[in-house]
């Protein structure tokens, strides 16, 4: 609507863009036409960092889109990697709750070796089931060696050492008191434990949980009694799978 203009009352200003009246400086809107005298001002396009959060924001066309991509790309990159990482962790946590809830069976060696042996104690008398007999390693560093006929998941190891459960008989022989077990799986990975033997009679009892083993191999890493003079006597070992 155009409103009429006071001839007694004259104004000096700048014109009105939209009809040419002329106004006051301070006024904002024309006093004929009331059209805006001063356009708004224009408001600058938000940085693409500004556009993550929250989503609805008004940006430039094609702002942040190089940036965005790559932030992205990070975040797949990210989710890869955790998911190297955490998959076989999950994995190592079901097969333990598995080892706990289960039960377990002796598994007997298919062939029992030793990279040595003193006279009338072979390898084989480690897994004979008998606890009076034993295989005598001559030193420290030889090895039993136990294969399998097929894998299986390794639960558990038992071990007897010295010559006899008696303690007196325990007492006078040599036993180991240090041994690493080394335990190959089907893939060829080996795993490497570390056995602390109690130095007394009777069946010590070692916790696995390793999944394909194919073979173990028991190194004696330190004896105690009169090594050098006797062999160093393993009553018996006796391997626990998983059923």
Same mark, same amino acid.
């Given at each position: 609507m155009v409103r009429p203009v006071e001839v007694n009352n004259p104004q000096d200003g700048p014109p009105?863009?939209?009809?040419?009246?002329?106004?006051?400086?301070?006024r904002q809107f024309c006093r004929r036409c009331a059209a805006? +005298?001063?356009?708004?001002?224009?408001?600058?396009?938000l940085p693409w960092w500004r556009t993550i959060w929250p989503f609805r924001r008004r940006v430039r066309v094609g702002s942040?889109?190089?940036?965005? *991509?790559?932030?992205?790309?990070?975040?797949v990159l990210a989710l890869? +990697?955790?998911? =190297? %990482?955490?998959?076989?962790?999950?994995?190592? +946590? =079901?097969?333990?709750?598995?080892?706990? %809830?289960?039960?377990?069976?002796?598994?007997?060696p298919a062939n029992v070796t030793a990279s040595a042996e003193?006279?009338? &104690?072979?390898?084989?008398?480690?897994?004979?089931? +008998?606890?009076?007999?034993?295989?005598?390693?001559?030193?420290?560093?030889?090895?039993l060696i136990c294969t399998f006929a097929t894998p299986f998941r390794l639960v558990g190891?038992?071990? &007897?050492?010295?010559?006899s459960t008696e303690p007196q008989e325990f007492?006078?022989?040599?036993?180991?008191?240090?041994?690493d077990l080394q335990i190959t799986s089907s893939t060829g990975r080996v795993d490497t434990r570390t056995l602390t033997f109690a130095d007394k009679p009777g069946p010590q009892t070692f916790r696995?949980?390793?999944?394909?083993? %194919?073979?173990? *191999? %028991?190194i004696i890493r330190a004896a105690a009694g009169p090594v050098g003079e006797q062999p160093i006597a393993l009553g018996e070992i006796e391997f626990f799978k998983r059923t």
């Open positions: 009105c863009p939209v009809c040419g009246t002329p106004n006051r400086p301070e805006r +005298l001063r356009p708004a001002a224009s408001v600058a396009p942040g889109r190089w940036p965005a *991509r790559i932030v992205a790309v990070l975040v890869v +990697l955790a998911a =190297f %990482l955490l998959v076989p962790v999950a994995r190592s +946590l =079901f097969e333990d709750t598995k080892d706990k %809830l289960g039960s377990a069976n002796q598994v007997t003193a006279p009338g &104690h072979p390898a084989a008398a480690a897994t004979d089931g +008998l606890t009076n007999v034993y295989w005598g390693a001559p030193a420290i560093g030889d090895s190891v038992v071990v &007897h050492t010295g010559v007492n006078r022989g040599a036993r180991p008191t240090l041994a696995m949980g390793i999944s394909d083993v %194919l073979s173990v *191999r %028991l």
